[in-house]
């Protein structure tokens, strides 16, 4: 399990079951390691070797399956939320909590969510993963928002 | 214009979110009506106002039917369109590009400015897409213009959605499955609350329903019965003196102080500090062997179809504290609650029909109450229990399998002078059939806690812990091999842990070699070298 320390996971307000956690992708820069390649092992098999030459910067437009509109979003991040994450054993039981909890905000786009809505997608006790996400180290830069 | 594809309908109702009009709409039913509504009462509502709406909007934009944007039509700059799936709202295209997307293949993207002075970008020459179908009156003889239909189709998504809009509101309280508008509840003051309070003092430990402290209560007549039954309740539930332990679907009250503590603050003996650890290395037989054990703490085991009776063995944790865990298997045994975080339900004795009762502890994953019926039965840790659903709703019946006394070598666990906690193989009258690998004796349960309270041992790094209750087992066997089941029954006697943190250290440390048939042998040189 990667680890970095000494940056506490914890804001100056005790995080609770309904804060906003999120990935940090400044963690990452600090942290001095391979975002990019990291994110991109979690691609399906096909979309790992099709996207293996796309840089990490290419943009593409994405459509929003409600109402059509087109926003710019970095490809590999599309490819995640729009095919890979969808695909069976995504997630799955046996996964590491904070593997799965990864997952999901890869697949969300890295929206903000509390543990009990991680909870919730997961069906694992919130509790179990607030404590796991706001211990003394930071765990793939999971962390909870900072306010502003 | 607008085509006519049966879908529509459906992609319509499958798509259906609450928005600021719907919002709106339930204000105004519920200050109508004046009486707290559930979710699928207004649900009928709102559905009926949507297909009014969806035929206002058809017959509105048939006038203007060029001009309603379809992602798959091509469109000149200057075009005037309209955008149904932002309600309604008109806009011009000012730009048009190259969309840049291999997944989709070739298709615009046009820059529209909006009245309101937005800008905001749209997919064109898009030919799959929902929009591309919008909704319409006939669907082509699905039944999806009928509401009856359209809420047996859609029921729970629809009040899932009310739902999770309500509750974002400030000014709507839910409360027992029904929304009412804050302003609107009827007074109840203070001593209304007091005299709920002595209501249930009296009823001594008995939980009662809100009806039955109404009658107790003088509150104005002309207040809907409904009305007075819910500000009660919401009031009940603002008051930290009381708590709501109904099964879902039954509001019942009952007093804070008279809860149990072990309901109230979860003991300290099933609290479960998550250690993130590699499950890539578990094998096969680890896995199932942890699917099998099904604790409430593990990765949670796919539902299947709910057994009618569950036989399990108990842990020295919930035996030591008195509660089951609320695992995959157990837990559609016991009833469960919309929000209430404590259920309080009754326990039966399958071998007498004695009743007594028991907490629901959903947020915990435990239900307690089983102290005594554990020593009354002579259940040891690791004794094999049977749990089924009562005949009555809310009852659960226990039942110790093969409920006779006899005298057993089992590992026994037994704190040194010192505090040390170990295991011992001694002779223990026991007076239940017993999980051999899962049964840990205790004679001084004082000394015990002694010496777990010190927490010099339950406070070691998971390897050292782990690696201590090995070799502690692995002392009491001619082989010195070691069960992985054994393995974790004994380290939760030190710290309340799930197999799979434990089975981890197993394929993980080099000190572990693995003899077949999920045994283990502890390598003290490698162990050193470590």
């Known amino acids: ?148 | 214009m607008i085509s006519s594809t049966p879908a529509s309908l459906e992609a319509y109702w499958t798509q259906f979110d609450v928005d600021d009009r719907d919002l709106e709409f339930i204000y105004n039913l519920l200050l109508e009506r004046e009486v707290p509504l559930t979710t699928a009462e207004m649900a009928v509502a709102l559905v009926e106002q949507r297909m009014h709406r969806l035929e206002e909007e058809v017959a509105q934009a048939e006038p203007l039917a060029a001009a309603v944007y379809l992602p798959a039509e091509t469109y000149e700059t200057g075009v005037r369109l309209i955008f149904p799936a932002l309600s309604g709202r008109t806009g011009v295209v000012i730009g048009i590009r190259q969309g840049q997307n291999p997944e989709i293949g070739l298709f615009q993207v046009m820059h529209v400015s909006f009245d309101d002075g937005d800008k905001r970008e749209f997919a064109m020459e898009l030919e799959e897409h929902v929009l591309n179908g919008p909704p319409e009156i006939s669907d082509g003889g699905l039944g999806l213009n009928d509401r009856d239909i359209v809420m047996e189709q859609f029921q729970t998504a629809i009040e899932s959605r009310i739902v999770e809009r309500l509750r974002g509101t400030e000014d709507i309280v839910w409360i027992a499955g029904r929304w009412f508008p804050k302003a609107l509840l009827a007074e109840i003051h203070v001593g209304h609350l007091n005299l709920a309070e002595a209501v249930l003092d009296v009823a001594a430990g008995v939980p009662l329903p809100t009806e039955a402290l109404v009658e107790h209560l003088d509150l104005p007549a002309e207040v809907d019965p409904l009305l007075r039954t819910f500000s009660l309740d919401f009031a009940l539930q603002e008051d930290g003196r009381f708590d709501e332990v109904g099964p879902a679907g039954k509001v019942l009250w009952f007093l804070k102080k008279l809860e149990p503590p072990e309901v109230l603050y979860p003991p300290p003996r099933l609290a479960y500090n998550p250690i993130p650890y590699d499950r890539s290395g578990l094998t096969e037989g680890l896995l199932e062997l942890e699917r099998s054990l099904d604790d409430e703490l593990g990765p949670l085991n796919q539902p299947g179809s709910v057994p009618d009776e569950v036989e399990l063995a108990v842990i020295f944790p919930h035996w030591r504290v008195g509660s089951l865990p609320l695992s995959s298997k157990l837990q559609p045994m016991f009833p469960t609650a919309y929000e209430a975080p404590r259920i309080r339900f009754i326990l039966v004795d399958g071998r007498n029909g004695e009743k007594f009762p028991g907490w629901v502890v959903p947020q915990e994953h435990y239900v307690f109450g089983l102290d005594e019926w554990y020593r009354g039965n002579e259940v040891p840790a690791g004794g094999l229990i049977r749990v089924r659903r009562g005949d009555q709703p809310g009852e659960v019946i226990v039942q110790p399998v093969d409920r006779r006394r006899r005298n057993d070598w089992i590992r026994t666990v037994s704190p040194s002078e010192s505090g040390q906690i170990s295991f011992t193989m001694l002779k223990q009258p026991v007076g239940t059939a017993y999980d051999d690998l899962m049964v840990v004796g205790l004679i001084d349960p004082v000394a015990l806690d002694e010496a777990w309270l010190r927490g010099s041992q339950r406070n070691l790094p998971i390897d050292r812990l782990v690696a201590y209750v090995f070799r502690e087992l692995a002392k009491l066997n001619p082989q010195s091999a070691v069960h992985a089941q054994a393995l974790y029954s004994g380290v939760n006697v030190l710290r309340r842990l799930p197999p799979g943190p434990i089975f981890a250290q197993l394929v993980t440390q080099p000190y572990y070699v693995h003899v077949g048939d999920m045994y283990w042998r502890f390598e003290d040189s490698a162990w050193g070298q470590s």
């Open chain 1, 1 to 148: 399990m990667n680890t970095v320390e000494p940056r506490s996971a914890s804001i100056l307000v005790r995080p609770t079951v309904d804060t906003p956690f999120h990935i940090d992708y400044e963690w990452w820069d600090r942290a001095d390691r391979g975002l990019d390649v990291y994110i991109r092992s979690h691609l399906c098999p096909e979309h790992q070797q099709a996207y293996s030459d796309v840089s990490e910067d290419t943009l593409v437009d994405a459509v929003d399956l409600v109402t059509a509109e087109v926003k710019r979003v970095p490809a590999i991040q599309n490819i995640m939320t729009t095919h890979c994450a969808r695909q069976p054993g995504y997630l799955t039981p046996q996964m590491s909590l904070i593997n799965a909890v990864f997952r999901v905000f890869l697949a969300s786009g890295n929206t903000p969510m509390s543990p009990t809505e991680l909870g919730q997608k997961l069906g694992r006790p919130a509790p179990m993963i607030l404590r796991t996400l706001s211990g003394p180290r930071v765990y793939k830069g999971i962390r909870p928002i900072r306010p502003d």
